[in-house]
């Protein structure tokens, strides 16, 4: 017999395959600037109404071959994989995080880097939709974080000290989630300015820019430096590999969004490496 523990983890990856299936419309309709409430679910290729047996998360893409039940053209391998890597973060926070406030917003923010992932590896952009909701719900999650009561016996003692400033940031989520705002925002946007002055043109997009400063809503300030250093870290990785791959070619554009968001997942479950100890 499963125990509620075991049955709790279970629930959790359906639910979270379920909202990967959500985020698969929200993936291939918000860049096309359509609703992604009506119509329902179809075939892009055909326009055939999916039927809900055929809608299955991960199951119905097995069990049709990865093909449409109706026109038999194939079914792209994303929808799957979006549905399983939603499936697995949700169960990995629960499993890291119980059943609480903190694991409810984490969830939201994780729906919503995943989507602007497979959206950024797609058509290179980030939609406004996405990260300026983000940034709002993080400033929320942080307000409730937030010990009103004795916030203003901590601002009281504040001297205009650095060290006086960050310690403040501590203890108030709140001004640390404003904070990060501003600095998450701020660094990218004095990196794509100035690229763009040196280089005359553009090279790095606005999206990356609300992106890391919806990140700095839920994490603060250690969250932006540490997804900022990670996230640079991994696309110079990858983008030399495949400059290599490519014998020298520079021309590949690879987008930044991808990067930020698995800095974001792995400060989540490492808590930023203790930011380096």
């Given amino acids: 017999m499963l125990s509620a523990e075991i049955f709790t983890y279970i629930l959790s990856f359906i639910f979270g395959s379920i909202i990967g299936s959500f985020l698969n419309v929200c993936i291939y309709r918000l860049p096309r600037e359509e609703s992604i409430v009506y119509p329902g679910s179809h075939c892009t290729s055909c326009d055939q109404s999916i039927s809900f047996y055929n809608n299955i998360p991960i199951l119905s893409y097995l069990f049709l071959n990865g093909k449409c039940s109706k026109c038999k053209s194939k079914i792209s391998p994303r929808y799957p994989i979006v549905e399983i890597l939603t499936g697995l973060l949700f169960l990995a926070t629960v499993w890291s995080f119980a059943l609480t406030t903190q694991t409810f917003f984490y969830l939201i923010f994780l729906s919503s880097i995943v989507a602007i992932t497979f959206i950024d590896l797609e058509q ?154």
């Fill in 124 to 277: 290179m952009i980030i939609p406004n939709v996405i990260t300026y909701p983000g940034i709002i719900v993080g400033i929320l999650y942080n307000a409730l974080r937030t010990d009103w009561h004795n916030s203003l016996e901590s601002i009281n003692k504040f001297s205009f000290g650095i060290q006086d400033f960050f310690s403040l940031l501590n203890e108030l989520p709140i001004l640390n989630s404003l904070f990060g705002v501003i600095l998450g925002g701020g660094i990218l946007l004095v990196i794509a300015y100035s690229y763009e002055i040196i280089k005359k043109r553009q090279g790095m997009g606005m999206g990356d820019v609300k992106l890391l400063a919806m990140i700095g809503a839920f994490f603060g300030w250690e969250g932006v430096l540490f997804v900022i250093f990670l996230g640079s870290i991994l696309g110079s990785v990858i983008g030399i590999s495949i400059i290599i791959a490519n014998k020298g070619d520079f021309k590949y554009a690879l987008p930044f969004g991808p990067f930020l968001s698995i800095a974001a997942v792995i400060y989540i479950f490492t808590d930023g490496f203790k930011l380096f100890l």
